[in-house]
């Protein structure tokens, strides 16, 4: 069953979704028209509303991220772009990396009445009731690898593979000595399981031995800091790799190297920063998640589903590892936010391929 709105002057509502539910402590205001994928987005747990561009839109989509790092504002502005194209107002709720506050951000957004929900659950197995409850809406929902969480279409990254071969690129340069150090995000995310799984698989299968694992608990620059001079420590000169779960840990590590204590440092996610630190030879790589054309893909999936038009159950998506080899070939996020792209998925029965062409090219 598809769903239209029909509460008139609900898009340009924001005091009415602050009123939604309790959980969400505070109003964030969109940007203005043109807003780069830089400006600081809504405190966590605040909405924030984009009206469509050129008077009331046909469908409003939800968006609940998993929190507001550099990479989901990239993903988020993706989104924007591609819903503006589709004459579709966007409303984004949540942000805290916390899956109690996520669950109250998709009710939230439940509550709003938005025709279609896009969720990157922090808890697959936790967030089931919350979803149950949009399903009971009847609105169509758009995970991110969330295979479990029985939506209606799930984007899903190659996290495992894509850590992996940033291991073995590891291994690479480092050669002959490789011990290496993994700072883990929390085992209960699907997608920073699977990157732990990834290190750890390709750093013992190019012979590295794995000196310490260590879960960045907070999710923070501050944790990883902690844990990389621990290891300084602990380890001096023997350790000569890091693996980490992300950029903003991987340039807490970086910020470390000193002395006898020189590491190899990889992340992931891609952030500019980090593709920053690679050509200054502060990291040695990083997974590069598409996000600008996830982020296209997720609302070009949903306006599909909402008029009508068949999608794959799953969406495959593959990340690229981004080392000072091939840094030079890396297009910008800024040159791949230039406006919306055009968006196809690739393949037949439940699966397919997200492709994306900027638009122009």
């Not at 091939?326 to 791949?336: A, D, H, Q, T």
Request: proline share 5%.
């Amino acid at each position: 069953m598809i769903r239209s709105n029909r509460r008139l002057g609900v898009l340009l509502s924001l005091l009415a979704s602050c009123l939604a539910t309790v959980a969400l402590a505070a109003c964030g205001s969109s940007g203005s028209e043109g807003e780069s994928s830089a400006a600081a987005p809504a405190e966590p747990g605040a909405v924030e509303a984009t009206p469509a561009k050129g008077g009331e839109a046909q469908f409003t989509i939800g968006w609940v991220p998993p929190t507001i790092a550099p990479f989901e504002k990239v993903l988020r502005e993706g989104i924007k772009l591609q819903a503006e194209k589709q004459g579709m107002s966007l409303v984004v709720a949540g942000g805290e990396f916390n899956p109690a506050a996520q669950i109250s951000a998709v009710d939230a957004l439940v509550q709003r009445e938005v025709d279609a929900l896009l969720v990157w659950p922090i808890d697959e197995k936790g967030i089931q009731p919350a979803l149950d409850r949009a399903r009971a809406q009847h609105i169509p929902i758009i995970t991110i690898d969330s295979p479990n969480a029985n939506a209606n279409v799930n984007f899903q990254t190659n996290d495992f593979e894509a850590a992996k071969e940033t291991a073995e690129a590891a291994a690479a340069q480092i050669g002959a000595g490789c011990k290496v150090g993994i700072i883990e995000g929390l085992p209960i995310v699907a997608t920073l399981k699977a990157r732990n799984e990834g290190y750890a698989k390709g750093a013992e299968a190019s012979g590295c031995e794995i000196l310490d694992r260590q879960v960045n608990t907070e999710d923070t620059p501050e944790k990883a800091g902690e844990i990389a001079a621990a290891w300084k420590t602990r380890f001096g000169g023997e350790m000569t790799g890091i693996l980490a779960i992300n950029d903003p840990s991987a340039l807490a590590a970086a910020a470390l190297v000193g002395g006898e204590f020189k590491p190899l440092i990889f992340g992931a996610n891609g952030d500019p920063t980090a593709i920053e630190a690679i050509e200054d030879g502060q990291m040695a790589g990083t997974q590069s998640a598409p996000s600008p054309e996830i982020g296209n893909g997720l609302a070009a999936a949903a306006h599909d589903l909402l008029t009508g038009e068949k999608v794959a159950k799953t969406i495959d998506v593959s990340y690229d590892v981004v080392t000072a080899k091939n840094v030079g070939e890396y297009v910008s996020y800024e040159e791949r936010l230039q406006g919306p792209m055009v968006v196809t998925f690739e393949g037949s029965g439940n699966s397919a391929n997200l492709v994306t062409q900027l638009a122009g090219k």
